[in-house]
């Protein structure tokens, strides 16, 4: 019975020291105000937006081109930056990426043309089958021919520090190597506003 009274009495005192802590707290905060009628506070947590010197770090060279983009296009941009992430490279690839399908495909996975069609050239990057980039059905999936694109960038000396047009031109071996610089405004707004999506 000692023993209860005891641990009572022990417990009644903690709950006592407790309670004067919390209620009565420390008093120099006793001018604060309570904020019991203080509205609930909404916290939003947005991921930053890739920093725009990091995705155009030349600038854009040369008048600048730009297209509307439908549903189709824009799963196609979410895949490149899905792809460039799984390669382990950053916003400034997904740029070159997205710029070079813009001006391959306007971001189009396109088949076979028939007679449009550039020798056996397919997908967003426009690959050819017979240059080595993959089957048919690799080069037509978005994520394995980003990757395949991306794989071809990394073999590039110093691809980090040139303009998108060199960069994808080295990879590509365009007939029309200036040709990707007009894309490269519009590919960075695409990673700006994909890359943490």
């Keep these: 019975m000692n023993t209860t009274?005891?641990?009572?009495?022990?417990?009644?005192?903690?709950?006592?020291?407790?309670?004067?802590g919390l209620f009565a707290g420390p008093a120099t905060h006793a001018h604060a105000t309570p904020a019991?009628?203080?509205?609930?506070?909404?916290?939003?947590?947005?991921?930053?937006?890739?920093?725009?010197?990091?995705?155009?770090?030349h600038g854009t060279q040369g008048d600048q081109s730009r297209i509307d983009l439908n549903d189709e296009q824009t799963a196609n941009v979410k895949a490149i930056i899905e792809a460039t992430k799984k390669s382990g490279l950053?916003?400034?690839?997904?740029?070159?990426?997205?710029?070079?399908?813009?001006?391959?495909s306007k971001l189009e996975n396109l088949g076979h043309l028939g007679d449009r069609n550039d020798h056996d050239s397919l997908g967003l990057f426009?690959?050819?089958?017979?240059?080595?980039?993959?089957?048919?059905?690799?080069i037509t999936d978005p994520i394995y021919s980003t990757m395949a694109f991306q794989k071809g960038l990394k073999q590039v000396?110093?691809?980090?520090?040139?303009?998108?047009?060199?960069?994808?031109?080295?990879?590509?071996?365009?007939a029309y190597p200036d040709a990707y610089a007009q894309w490269e405004q519009q590919a960075a707004d695409l990673v700006a506003k994909h890359w943490n999506s």
């Design 5 to 20: 009274i005891l641990r009572k009495s022990a417990l009644g005192i903690a709950g006592l020291a407790f309670a004067g």
């Design 36 to 57: 019991l009628d203080a509205a609930p506070v909404a916290v939003t947590v947005q991921a930053d937006k890739p920093d725009t010197a990091k995705l155009i770090p």
């Design 90 to 104: 950053d916003e400034r690839a997904a740029v070159i990426s997205i710029g070079t399908a813009l001006q391959e």
């Design 126 to 138: 426009q690959q050819r089958p017979s240059s080595g980039w993959g089957t048919p059905e690799q």
């Design 157 to 174: 000396d110093g691809w980090q520090d040139m303009p998108l047009t060199k960069a994808a031109q080295t990879v590509q071996v365009s």
